[in-house]
């Protein structure tokens, strides 16, 4: 099947600072990305959709200041989460659409100290 | 509107036991109805998937079948191994795809 990379799988920061996370289709376009926040033991929460050459459709709720998406190409999409605190901790999972299907990345896991 | 209802777990099981988790869909139409399985600290992957009515998803030894008259897609495996552990999630596709809150399965030796 198709294969979403997402980098990096973990890190760790300080409040205060901003964190990119990269997500790139490998072996097909996207012309539609989609990301997700993933508390401990819950579902998955969608965030924004993510289209190439053109803004971020976000979800309500999510704070498109502080979680600033960008879809360059057909094969990369980044979520920036700016000034990040402690409470945006979690796991954060790309996918990307293709024949129908959504392929996932890894997820990153983002730790703010 | 569209969504997905799972059964709750945590499911927990020994090995080579029956494995069933439901899902029930309410959907404006109809739609493509999937099953992802997410293993510890990765993130999904695609199990099997149906795109229409009476349909049957297949793989590694799971099954699902598209069922229009109950709006179902419960998840069936005959035999769990300890490497089935993981969270499974029910999805349906329309233009965006709307998931179940997920049932985390456990399977001791």
């Known amino acids: 099947g198709a294969v979403v990379s997402q980098h990096p799988s973990r890190v760790i920061c300080k409040s205060g600072t901003s964190v990119k996370i990269e997500c790139r289709s490998l072996d097909f376009q996207a012309t539609t990305m989609f990301w997700y926040r993933q508390f401990p033991k819950q579902s998955l929460m969608l965030m924004a959709t993510s289209n190439e050459g053109s803004k971020a459709t976000y979800e309500q709720g999510v704070e498109k200041d502080k979680f600033l998406i960008n879809h360059a190409s057909l094969t990369l999409s980044t979520l920036t989460v700016t000034s990040a605190h402690p409470e945006d901790s979690s796991f954060y999972i790309c996918s990307g659409r293709g024949g129908g299907e959504l392929f996932f990345g890894e997820g990153s896991r983002l730790t703010v100290l | 509107g569209n969504s997905v209802t799972q059964m709750e777990g945590p499911v927990t099981l020994s090995e080579e036991a029956f494995l069933t988790i439901n899902c029930t869909y309410t959907?404006?139409?109809?739609?493509?109805l999937f099953w992802y399985v997410q293993y510890p600290g990765e993130g999904l992957q695609l199990l099997l998937k149906?795109?229409?009515?009476?349909d049957k998803g297949s793989n590694k030894g799971f099954e699902a079948t598209y069922r229009k008259e109950t709006t179902s897609f419960h998840l069936e495996k005959g035999s769990v191994q300890v490497s089935d552990s993981a969270v499974y999630f029910c999805a349906l596709s329309f233009d965006q795809f709307y998931f179940g809150t997920g049932t985390s399965l456990t399977v001791i030796p």
């Open positions: 149906a795109t229409k009515a009476d």
């Open positions: 959907a404006t139409g109809y739609p493509s």
